[in-house]
């Protein structure tokens, strides 16, 4: 039972657009939402959370916003550079700051000039 | 400020075998997680372990198991290797705080033959 999902497996975004990745989720209980950035050969690095007591966080370029509703949040990256080309894994926890993530396949993000 | 380290960081092992897996968590952090990624998939808990004590544990068989040291670092075994624990090994430590993310290691590839 996948409980976090990214439908798609990746994504083309020209250079200075938006990029929006989608993540939903079915699990009622997480409360605690976090994007991670991935290169090959190279661990996930923290982008950016959100705690379900919100509904958007920004920081810099990322803004992540969460719809409780929906069971949905999304990432956006404005504008998109050539950098943020990599593997993006949405995460959540049932706990806010528990250490037990649960993670969504990915989606791949490729940023073209 | 060092990272996270992980030891060795490409592992080739026949099926029945023993692995043993090595991390050192980032300075100051004293929880120390484990997750495994299969190709193609998000990361999947594993363990998480604070002050040398498991706090969590994943849907994984007893064939795995994990210890934190005193100086928390940390170790994960694994006993008679199958091929599908075939996948990349993700260390992650972080502050035990509501606000904290996990810091993730490059990771140890393990191929089981």
């Known amino acids: 039972d996948q409980q976090v999902k990214q439908n798609s497996p990746s994504l083309s975004v020209q250079e200075g657009r938006i990029s929006i990745l989608n993540c939903d989720y079915t699990n009622s209980m997480f409360d605690y939402f976090l994007w991670y950035k991935k290169y090959p050969a190279e661990g996930p690095t923290f982008l950016i959370s959100i705690s379900s007591i919100k509904d958007k966080n920004e920081d810099g370029r990322f803004t992540v916003f969460l719809n409780k509703s929906a069971k949905h949040l999304s990432l956006h990256i404005v504008p998109s550079q050539p950098g943020d080309s990599a593997v993006y894994f949405c995460?959540?926890?049932?706990?806010?700051?528990?250490?037990?993530?649960?993670f969504g396949q990915g989606t791949r993000l490729t940023i073209n000039p | 400020d060092a990272g996270v380290t992980q030891s060795p960081t490409h592992l080739i092992k026949t099926r029945g075998q023993h692995v043993t897996l090595r991390c050192s968590p980032i300075s100051g952090h004293k929880s120390v997680s484990w997750y495994q990624q299969v190709l193609g998939q998000g990361p999947q808990f594993i363990f998480q372990y604070y002050e040398k004590e498991e706090r969590g544990r994943g849907n994984f068989p007893d064939r795995f198991s994990a210890r934190q040291f005193p100086n928390y670092s940390s170790e994960l075994n694994v006993n008679a290797l199958l091929l599908g624990d075939s996948a990349l090994y993700l260390c992650?430590?972080?502050?035990?705080?509501?606000?904290?993310?996990?810091?993730f290691g490059n990771g140890t590839r393990l191929t089981v033959t």
């Open positions: 992650a430590s972080s502050y035990v705080d509501k606000n904290s993310p996990l810091h």
């Open positions: 995460a959540a926890s049932a706990n806010q700051g528990a250490q037990k993530l649960v």
